[in-house]
């Protein structure tokens, strides 16, 4: 069984929990804020490996 990918993208928001409007500014936010930490982390251990 093959499902669409508004299927996939509809059942994920049933999963998550998220309403279907705000899906997408949630998954932004979230992308965003991995960016941050994934960064901060990042820079955090090239300053270790540097110091």
């Known amino acids: 069984?093959?499902?669409?990918?508004q299927g996939s993208i509809l059942r994920g928001s049933?999963?998550?929990g998220y309403d279907e409007k705000e899906y997408p500014e949630r998954m932004?936010?979230?992308?965003?804020?991995w960016c941050k930490a994934v960064q901060?982390?990042?820079g955090k251990i090239l300053s270790e490996l540097s110091g």
């Open 28 to 33: 932004l936010q979230r992308a965003a804020g």
């Open 1 to 5: 069984m093959t499902f669409p990918l």
């Open 14 to 16: 049933e999963i998550f």
């Open 40 to 42: 901060g982390v990042r």
